[in-house]
T-cell receptor, first 112, second 112 residues
Framework: SAVISQKPSRDICQRGTSLTIQCQVD?????MFWYRQQPGQSLTLIAT?????????ESGFVIDKFPISRPNLTFSTLTVSNMSPEDSSIYLC?????????FGPGTRLTVT | KQEVTQIPAALSVPEGENLVLNCSFT??????LQWFRQDPGKGLTSLLL?????REQTSGRLNASLDKSSGRSTLYIAASQPGDSATYLC???????????FGDGTTLTVKP
């Protein structure tokens, strides 16, 4: 199994600012995933982060808005840039180990 | 592109009832299917994982089945309890890419 921690757990930010979310895993993993869960909705994949290469973004998400770092096999960051109220969501990181997907506790972001 | 649908969107039952949640998906290639529980404002708790080669998994009062040929999975909850009240999410994972596609969830309310 995998234990995933995220920082911060929640934040309230002003429009136009940026927030960096950290994700730490207790195992070395090749791929880490970032998801967004908007209020009342399900999870949508933002991007896949591989160590040593550029992140791969899903349709509708771009690197300028959601830059991702993956400096090693246990850590990743997601930055939400130039925030607007529409970015208010829960952001979750995830890894796959064996056959199972594991999720962090999420970062609840509110943009005012 | 994989699409995952969950029916019903919401369900309210009296305590003690047995119930079935449904999940359907469009691409039945080599995928794993995982059921999660999400409590309000919280992260995801994995309930059951069914590998693509399996038909069924059981854990306590929960039983999940998978029929790849029809693109369907069901989550059966026996003798429901108020503590089962939560949103249940079905996720289909591409085992090669490692990324998951989520349904919109079923919000379950079990009344005492």
């Amino acid at each position: 199994s995998a234990v995933i921690s995220q920082k911060p757990s929640r934040d309230i930010c002003q429009r136009g600012t940026s927030l960096t979310i950290q994700c730490q895993v207790d195992s070395q993993v090749t791929m880490m995933f970032w998801y967004r869960q908007q209020p009342g909705q399900s999870l949508t994949l933002i991007a896949t982060a591989n160590q040593g290469s550029e992140a791969t973004y899903e349709s509708g998400f771009v690197i300028d808005k959601f830059p991702i770092s993956r400096p090693n096999l246990t850590f990743s960051t997601l930055t939400v840039s130039n925030m607007s109220p529409e970015d208010s969501s829960i952001y979750l990181c995830s890894v796959g180990l064996g056959w199972e997907q594991y999720f962090g506790p999420g970062t609840r972001l509110t943009v005012t | 592109k994989q699409e995952v649908t969950q029916i019903p969107a919401a369900l309210s039952v009296p305590e003690g009832e047995n119930l079935v949640l449904n999940c359907s998906f469009t691409d039945s290639a080599i995928y794993n299917l995982q059921w999660f529980r999400q409590d309000p404002g919280k992260g995801l708790t994995s309930l059951l994982l069914i590998q693509s080669s399996q038909r069924e998994q059981t854990s306590g009062r929960l039983n999940a089945s998978l029929d790849k040929s029809s693109g369907r999975s069901t989550l059966y909850i026996a003798a429901s309890q108020p503590g089962d009240s939560a949103t249940y999410l079905c996720a289909v994972t591409d085992t090669n890419a490692g990324k998951s596609t989520f349904g919109d969830g079923t919000t379950l309310t079990v009344k005492p």
